[in-house]
């Protein structure tokens, strides 16, 4: 069963009840993305498409979406033809590793990507298929999905993501170590009595070194 969703700015999300559902970290991402209607993105792990439509429908990015799983391509494809994003949006259905049987090395100008968080074998098995696959390492790998990122950008092409705190170091590692510079954090904290959970990562293709570091900034934990 999915739920309607008003996100604001004329947009509307089929949110589907029985898979993982968008929360902050999505929208946050989303609206973390530097970019205009002269880029082309391609969304990494989109599940049912909520940056995917963010990037197309407010900011008219031309936008490919890239899901592992078919039901949730489905309701990606629903999400794009409901908020009339056809002309700027599509869906390619395919593990995010394979990405170069369908988009050539270089094309994009941004990717971005919202991860499975936790490692796999860390309590995957007590969820549905679907959310463990969003939640855990199953089908992809932070290392895979940084290579994905290199593979598809451009010299100077941006890359977005977003983690759990505990990974920052290993995702700076990894994203140096592809030739994507770190330029840009944002630590993020559920209220101000809380310790931060989730950062914002903006790496640059071949960029100069030089870290900006923005103040730390309190986010709702679930999208309604």
């Given at each position: 069963?999915?739920?309607?969703?008003?996100?604001?700015?004329?947009?509307?999300?089929?949110?589907?009840?029985?898979?993982?559902?968008?929360?902050?970290?999505?929208?946050?991402?989303?609206?973390?993305?530097?970019?205009?209607?002269?880029?082309?993105?391609?969304?990494?792990?989109?599940?049912?498409?909520?940056?995917?439509?963010?990037?197309?429908?407010?900011?008219?990015?031309?936008?490919?979406?890239?899901?592992?799983?078919?039901?949730?391509?489905?309701?990606?494809?629903?999400n794009i033809e409901l908020n009339g994003l056809t002309e700027i949006a599509d869906v390619i259905n395919?593990?995010?590793?394979?990405?170069?049987?369908?988009?050539?090395?270089?094309?994009?100008?941004?990717?971005?990507?919202?991860?499975?968080?936790?490692?796999?074998?860390?309590?995957?098995?007590?969820?549905?298929?679907?959310?463990?696959?969003?939640?855990?390492?199953?089908?992809?790998?932070?290392?895979?999905?940084?290579?994905?990122?290199?593979?598809?950008?451009?010299?100077?092409?941006?890359?977005?993501?977003?983690?759990?705190?505990?990974?920052?170091?290993?995702?700076?590692?990894?994203?140096?170590?592809?030739?994507?510079?770190?330029?840009?954090?944002?630590?993020?904290?559920?209220?101000?009595?809380?310790?931060?959970?989730?950062?914002?990562?903006?790496?640059?293709?071949?960029?100069?070194?030089?870290?900006?570091?923005?103040?730390?900034?309190?986010?709702?934990?679930?999208?309604?």
């Amino acid at each position: 069963m999915n739920k309607l969703v008003d996100l604001g700015n004329g947009l509307k999300f089929l949110q589907k009840q029985d898979a993982f559902r968008f929360g902050c970290d999505g929208v946050e991402l989303a609206n973390f993305v530097e970019g205009g209607r002269n880029d082309y993105a391609v969304d990494l792990g989109s599940g049912t498409g909520i940056i995917t439509v963010l990037l197309a429908g407010k900011r008219k990015i031309k936008t490919t979406a890239v899901e592992i799983q078919p039901q949730l391509c489905e309701v990606c494809k629903q999400n794009i033809e409901l908020n009339g994003l056809t002309e700027i949006a599509d869906v390619i259905n395919t593990p995010m590793q394979e990405i170069g049987k369908f988009l050539p090395a270089g094309c994009a100008d941004i990717v971005v990507c919202n991860p499975p968080y936790r490692k796999k074998g860390s309590g995957e098995q007590q969820q549905n298929e679907a959310i463990a696959i969003a939640r855990h390492e199953i089908k992809v790998t932070l290392s895979e999905v940084v290579e994905a990122a290199a593979y598809l950008l451009s010299t100077g092409g941006k890359f977005f993501t977003v983690n759990q705190t505990e990974r920052l170091a290993e995702t700076l590692c990894k994203c140096s170590a592809a030739r994507l510079e770190p330029k840009k954090l944002q630590i993020l904290t559920p209220n101000d009595t809380k310790m931060p959970h989730l950062f914002l990562l903006k790496c640059v293709k071949d960029g100069a070194s030089g870290l900006i570091v923005e103040r730390e900034r309190v986010v709702k934990v679930e999208v309604d």
